[in-house]
């Protein structure tokens, strides 16, 4: 039996009641983006990152993202995967 999946970029169901409004922030976990999208499932921002996450990553309110990567060798003290904290800006640049 094959399964076939089919890839959509659109939110197929939207209903504004049963939804909090704002943006969400994700991260595939074998992939080295992370992608803010709003209610209506447009790309808002996608960062291109140096590794994939290792726990996850958070939105600033200056804008930046922080983020925790997973490299070679995980650090206890960053929980998880976890080998690198990073903040990067709007446009992915490494700042911190």
Partial sequence: MAFVRELSRDVAIYDP?????GYTLFAPM????AWLVDMQGRIVNRWELKNPPGVHGRLLSNGNL???GRGEGAIEELGGN???????????REVW
Wanted: no cysteine; net charge negative.
């Fill in 17 to 21: 009641s049963k939804a909090y409004p």
């Fill in 30 to 33: 074998y992939e080295r983006f």
């Fill in 66 to 68: 922080m983020w925790l």
């Fill in 82 to 92: 976890a080998t690198e904290l990073v903040e990067v800006d709007w446009d992915g």
